[in-house]
């Protein structure tokens, strides 16, 4: 990290350097060998009383108080990544959207607010009586994806998510990304101010679609369909109830493929997958395999026979996403691959509007 000029450290940081992204060397007043300087690459979200607020591209804040600083700069967005293809941020996420439709939506200027629910029943009471409660399909389509202003003052904005989400008997989420030029880091530096908390994060990831497609499937059954049946839904495990909603944001998308590897005497299937087509992109989800039968490269060869339909279609790149944690499918991408382009995170706000 090079920060001198003519052998000179110097902090060239402003409060008005708000929103770029930028290096800066701090001390941290540990006098071992080696650690008393620390380095934060990320954009400033924040400065404050003297005290700067960055977010780096995990989407982790580090906060930097300004006496501390020995050298601070603002520095060009991270570059393009050589391998797979190229992809600003605006347009992934709006492809990403597209393939995860809500059954619901509303725009608020550059936000879509956005649900994904069914009534079930709860319990039953006495005389009769059934207390119902809705239920929500996954964040990505229960939340605000803000992609420009709400064309409101930001407090006034969240207000109005929170009814909305109230009124439909959900807890109110936004979506921020992070980690890429023109990510969302300011607006969740707003959000935490304001005590919404990050519950759930990702990565996405993209990568040339051709090499997954040339993959060997290793002779596997993989039946492709335009619809999620009865047998590909026993195998999904990401939805409590399975119903209409979940069937809708399953089947939303430009161009929908659903993989199925049938299992043993018509049982549920040993492996599933989803793809959905659009324009240059491919975007993979929902890859399961039966643990029974994990190990035999099944997911493989799920995602190269979805890889080569897409092929067929005029589709050259790939994205998916990758939740925190879930290091056995990080490893399968590693090898096939695809890299991160930027993360995203789940903003709750615990306050309601009635409160």
């Known amino acids: 990290m090079e920060f001198t000029t003519g052998g000179q450290l110097e902090v060239r940081l402003t409060p008005d350097d708000v ?22 690459v990320g954009v400033l979200t924040s400065w404050d009383d003297g005290v700067l607020s960055i977010t780096r591209r995990s989407g982790e804040t580090v906060r930097v108080d300004a006496s501390s600083l020995v050298a601070a700069k603002v520095v060009p967005a991270a570059p393009a990544r050589r391998r797979g293809p190229a992809a600003n941020f605006p347009e992934l996420a709006r492809v990403m959207a597209r393939a995860w439709e809500p059954v619901e939506s509303e725009s608020m200027g550059g ?42 003052p ?3 904005a969240l207000s109005y998510v929170r009814k909305w989400y109230e009124d439909r008997g959900l807890p109110p989420y936004v979506q921020v990304s992070t980690g890429a030029e023109g990510t969302q880091e300011v607006l969740g530096a707003e959000l935490a101010g304001r005590g919404w908390e990050s519950e759930v994060s990702a990565e996405v990831r993209i990568g040339a679609l051709a090499p997954v497609g040339d993959l060997e499937t290793g002779g596997a059954d993989v039946r492709l369909a335009r619809s999620a049946d009865a047998a590909w839904m ?11 909603h979940v069937v809708k ?3 939303s998308g430009p161009s929908v493929w659903f993989a199925t590897v049938p299992g043993e005497d018509g049982g549920r299937p040993a492996a599933i997958g989803r793809c959905v087509v659009d324009g ?47 290091t ?28």
């Open 19 to 40: 929103g770029k992204r930028v290096s800066v060397r701090r001390l941290t007043g540990d006098s071992a060998p080696g650690a008393r300087f620390a380095d934060a």
């Open 111 to 152: 936000w879509t607010l956005r649900a994904a629910v069914q009534e079930v029943p709860r319990e039953a009471r006495p005389g009769g009586a059934v207390v119902g409660r809705r239920v929500g399909f996954t964040r990505r389509a229960n939340s605000v994806l803000p992609l420009g202003d709400p064309g409101l």
């Open 154 to 156: 930001l407090d006034e």
């Open 234 to 244: 026993s195998r999904y495990q990401r939805s409590e109830v399975p119903g209409a």
């Open 249 to 251: 944001v399953l089947e």
């Open 280 to 326: 240059r992109w491919a975007g993979f989800a929902a890859v399961e395999v039966d643990p029974a039968h994990r190990r035999r490269g099944l997911a493989t060869a799920v995602m190269a026979v979805l890889a080569r339909r897409a092929l067929d279609e005029g589709a050259s790149a790939a994205w998916l996403q990758v939740e925190d944690g879930n």
């Open 328 to 355: 056995g499918a990080r490893g399968l991408y590693d090898g096939m691959g695809f890299t991160v382009h930027h993360r995203y995170h789940h903003y709750r706000s615990a306050q309601t509007q009635s409160a």
